[in-house]
């Protein structure tokens, strides 16, 4: 069966200082992964997402970016954190031969993120 | 217009109670259609698919109506563990999740 692992749960960093999450999938090949993040109390925001290794396809201009340096693995960067980078980040996957109708994502367990 | 709508609640209703969502959807050419289902400070979970013919699973049952564009989920006989944020997700394309705000349901004893 397909796992997804997303770490660390918790991550508290200074302003200016830089940040990588890392997700990594099992159990498949040739995801669709993805990266939102959740302000509190808001909906989720597609950050970035990847149909293969080396595409990355960003959806909002920001201070963050990411890559796939491998089929299973999602990296999420910043060199300086900001103060409104706090959230909650979430990795997801979806097969990535869905078909037209496409399929459901599954998510890690997410990256609580302060930034102070 | 946002692509994906919810009212976000939060629905207050008694155990025992049927309560349904509504969720609209801007792009006309979406296919794939689903609920989450989110509890606090824990990531999105898939609680069913939504099919062109409506479809149930236990005591949620969910409609799609393309002429409207809306998405609905019915849940009958409330139980207090169904308290939760119910995301609604439209996928743009066949593979971009796009995600509603959610709407908030507590359920009371």
């Known amino acids: 069966s397909q796992t997804i692992h997303q770490w660390p749960a918790t991550l508290v960093q200074p302003v200016g200082s830089p940040l990588s999450l890392e997700c990594t999938v099992e159990g498949t090949s040739n995801p669709n992964l993805y990266w939102y993040r959740q302000a509190a109390g808001r909906g989720l925001q597609l950050l970035f997402y990847s149909v293969g290794i080396g595409q990355i396809s960003s959806e909002v201009p920001q201070n963050l970016s990411a890559s796939r340096p491998q089929d299973r693995q999602f990296i999420l960067s910043s060199k300086k954190l900001l103060l409104s980078d706090s959230g909650f980040y979430l990795c997801?996957?979806?097969?990535?031969?869905?078909?037209?109708?496409?399929?459901?994502?599954?998510f890690g367990q997410g990256t609580r993120l302060t930034v102070v | 217009r946002k692509e994906v709508e919810q009212d976000p609640g939060p629905f207050n209703v008694p155990e025992g109670a049927t309560v349904a969502f509504n969720c609209t959807y801007s792009n006309s050419a979406s296919q794939s259609f689903f609920w989450y289902r989110q509890d606090c400070r824990k990531e999105p979970k898939l609680l069913m698919s939504v099919y062109s013919s409506g479809n149930e699973d236990g005591r949620f049952t969910a409609q799609l109506n393309r002429a409207s564009q809306y998405i609905s989920l019915l849940i009958r006989d409330s139980k207090l563990s169904d308290s939760a944020t119910y995301l609604c997700?439209?996928?743009?394309?066949?593979?971009?999740?796009?995600f509603g705000r959610g709407t908030s349901l507590i359920v009371h004893p």
């Open positions: 997700v439209v996928n743009r394309g066949s593979y971009i999740p796009t």
């Open positions: 997801a996957w979806s097969v990535g031969t869905g078909g037209p109708r496409g399929t459901e994502a599954f």
